[in-house]
T-cell receptor, first 111, second 115 residues
Framework: GEDVEQSLFLSVREGDSSVINCTYTDSSSTYLYWYKQEPGAGLQLLTYIFSNMDMKQDQRLTVLLNKKDKHLSLRIADTQTGDSAIYFCAENPGGSYIPTFGRGTSLIVHP | DGGITQSPKYLFRKEGQNVTLSCEQN?????MYWYRQDPGQGLRLIYY???????QKGDIAEGYSVSREKKESFPLTVTSAQKNPTAFYLC??????????????FGAGSRLTVL
């Protein structure tokens, strides 16, 4: 199976909260990341969380980490049309510095 | 401003031709990477390089080649041996040796289409 799994699509209404979920397999990953990719562009780091943390908040973004279940989520409050993009979850498996990416979740925000 | 520059943005190739994608960074990063992105498949690692004059194969290296003669540059050649080269190619870099998160900086990508 894949190392990092994400659902492929999420559709939300503008102003609602979006929650993008990710599961990973390597419990030794020390950092977990969320990247954002806008159409036709490269990826940009949104945020990351150290494995000894449960939660990290940065303005409209909240990251929750459940190490026991190897589950990571990204919550975007007050979702805007500009948040429409592909969101990638990533980990550094086995202590490797090379990240493994999920397939990405396409977030579609409609009026 | 520091960053990664990929060129060309769009490239068309006839079957049987080799093409080279350029990747240049002025971030003084040690490590550089090439990823291939196909719809619904996420990012797959082609090659990576940790230092000058050294590089390793990633998960899908067949049909590709790279060089790392300078710290700033990591060009990718898509050879005629690559059976399905039409894709979006992303170059990235990161600084090694710093404890903590390994955050990648990405270029804007190059879209290769085989005619």
């Amino acid at each position: 199976g894949e190392d990092v799994e994400q659902s492929l699509f999420l559709s939300v209404r503008e102003g609602d909260s979006s929650v993008i979920n990710c599961t990973y397999t390597d419990s030794s990953s020390t950092y977990l990341y969320w990247y954002k990719q806008e159409p036709g562009a490269g990826l940009q780091l949104l945020t990351y969380i150290f494995s000894n943390m449960d939660m990290k908040q940065d303005q409209r973004l909240t990251v929750l980490l459940n190490k026991k279940d190897k589950h990571l989520s990204l919550r975007i409050a007050d979702t805007q049309t500009g948040d429409s993009a592909i969101y990638f979850c990533a980990e550094n498996p086995g202590g490797s510095y090379i990240p493994t990416f999920g397939r990405g979740t396409s977030l579609i925000v409609h009026p | 401003d520091g960053g990664i520059t990929q060129s060309p943005k769009y490239l068309f190739r006839k079957e049987g031709q080799n093409v080279t994608l350029s990747c240049e960074q002025n971030l003084n990063h040690d490590a550089m990477y090439w990823y291939r992105q196909d719809p619904g498949q996420g990012l797959r690692l082609i090659y990576y390089s940790q230092i000058v004059n050294d590089f390793q194969k990633g998960d899908i290296a067949e049909g590709y080649s790279v060089s790392r003669e300078k710290k700033e540059s990591f060009p990718l050649t898509v050879t005629s041996a690559q059976k399905n080269p039409t894709a979006f190619y992303l170059c990235a870099s990161t600084r090694r040796g710093i404890s903590g998160a390994n955050v990648l900086t990405f270029g804007a990508g190059s879209r290769l289409t085989v005619l």
